[in-house]
Structure formats: structure tokens, C-alpha cells
């Protein structure tokens, strides 16, 4: 089991940027893909982006398309989420996922066990 702290996330105004952080630390060689999702007030967390292992692909939703970008570090066991053009409508608190059981980068809650404390981000218009 990993454990998983995000950092970064705070107060901007809209078209404001923010990088988030998420550090794994545990057992990190049993954790495999990972993810960023958000949970705004009174409604359900949904992922926004996911990646593999290695970095090298990324998939996001629709709604942070051309706007975020994850990535990770493998060698600081670190990944990131950088917003761009940052909405009011993306306003939440973010938690940052990591999967046990699959290096494929996937959108797919249901592949991700272990979860940080979130990190809150608010955009004001």
C-alpha cells in the first residue's frame, strides 16, 4: 500500500494557472498508474486525468482537455497536474489516485485503491 499527499492547490482567479503535486511513499513499487480527480461541493468525484506508469501517455476528460497536463517523476515518485486557463467551473478539491493493479494509464475509477487527503483549488471569477 502507498500512501499519497497533494500540495499546490489554493485561491486564482480565472485564466490563473496552478501546478498540483502528489507524492507517493510506502511500499511505491507496488503502485502502478495514477490518476487526478475532483470533487466539487454536492456532487460526485470523477476523474479528470490518468497516466501510466512511465509517463508517456495520458488520457483527460473532456472538460480539462487542452487546459491540464499530468505528468509524473518516477525517480522522486512525484506526479503533477498543471491547470491552465483555470475556470470557476473547476473549482474542487482534488485528490490525486494510484492504482495496484495496472501500469495502463485508464480513466476508469474503479482500477485506483489508493487515494491522498485532496487539495483544494478555487477559481473566482
Known amino acids: 500500500q502507498v500512501q499519497l499527499a497533494e500540495s499546490g492547490g489554493g485561491l486564482v482567479q480565472a485564466g490563473d494557472s496552478l501546478r498540483l503535486s502528489c507524492t507517493v511513499s510506502?511500499?511505491?513499487?507496488?503502485?502502478?498508474?495514477m490518476g487526478w480527480f475532483r470533487q466539487a461541493p454536492g456532487k460526485e468525484r470523477h476523474i479528470v486525468a490518468g497516466i501510466n506508469w512511465s509517463g508517456s501517455t495520458a488520457y483527460y476528460a473532456d472538460s480539462v482537455k487542452g487546459r491540464f497536463t499530468m505528468s509524473k517523476d518516477n525517480s522522486k515518485n512525484m506526479a503533477f497536474l498543471q491547470m491552465n486557463s483555470l475556470k470557476p467551473e473547476d473549482t474542487a478539491t482534488y485528490y490525486c489516485?494510484?492504482?495496484?493493479?495496472?501500469?495502463?494509464?485508464?480513466?476508469?475509477?474503479?482500477?485506483?485503491?489508493?487515494w491522498g487527503q485532496g487539495t483544494q483549488v478555487t477559481v473566482s471569477s
Open positions: 489516485a494510484a492504482s495496484r493493479t495496472t501500469t495502463i494509464a485508464t480513466m476508469t475509477t474503479q482500477f485506483y485503491h489508493d
Open positions: 510506502g511500499s511505491t513499487i507496488t503502485y502502478g498508474a
